[in-house]
């Protein structure tokens, strides 16, 4: 009966090993064709470009833990948004595309969970340039030029780097003071 046993527990664990290499289990090294395949088994939806009516377009996924895929997403749809004329303090002009003079930096996130990449990541964006325009009063300004900051490179022009995660979205922005 033990021997029995003991032949069922060894098959079991051949058969659950097998399953595992059949997986494609990581042995915790990446390299390029792994990140490939993640970008080729992400959602058609995300890998697209935006339709009329998008603001975000994916720029493929981070590599790391987790979900961490980054986006696109364009200032001017954002700044003429509604949503941002309900949030931003219209006595203080916010700006986008190029920085001068004194800067700061500011990393902004937004609850992710239940929300499309557009609207999480415009929210996140409204409350980086609302930090910015609070900032902007303490130094009695009555302007702010913005431009993405993502790991420490300068994107100007229309578009701000975003990060969606599972639960939040993540945006840096560098602004000046006019």
């Known amino acids: 009966m033990t021997v029995h046993i003991s032949r069922v527990l060894l098959l079991s664990a051949a058969v659950a090993l097998s399953a595992c290499a059949s997986q494609g289990g990581s042995s915790g090294a990446s390299s390029a064709s792994d990140e490939r395949e993640t970008a080729r088994s992400a959602p058609a939806e995300r890998r697209a470009a935006p339709a009329d009516g998008t603001i975000c377009r994916s720029i493929g996924s981070v590599a790391g833990k987790g979900k961490n895929d980054a ?27 190029s920085t ?15 929300k499309s990449v557009d609207a999480t990541c415009q929210r996140a964006f409204l409350n980086a340039a609302k930090r910015f325009q609070s900032s902007a009063t303490r130094y009695r300004k009555n302007a702010v ?33 006019h």
């Open 100 to 114: 001068s003079g004194k800067t700061d930096v500011s990393r902004q996130s937004a609850n992710a969970t239940g």
């Open 145 to 177: 030029r913005l431009v993405s900051f993502y790991d420490r490179k300068t994107k100007g022009g229309n578009e701000y780097e975003c990060h969606v995660g599972t639960f939040h979205s993540y945006v840096v922005l560098k602004g000046s003071y």
């Open 71 to 97: 986006y696109m997403c364009k200032a001017s749809a954002v700044l003429n948004s509604a949503e941002a004329r309900e949030v931003l303090d219209p006595s203080i002009r916010v700006s986008y595309g």
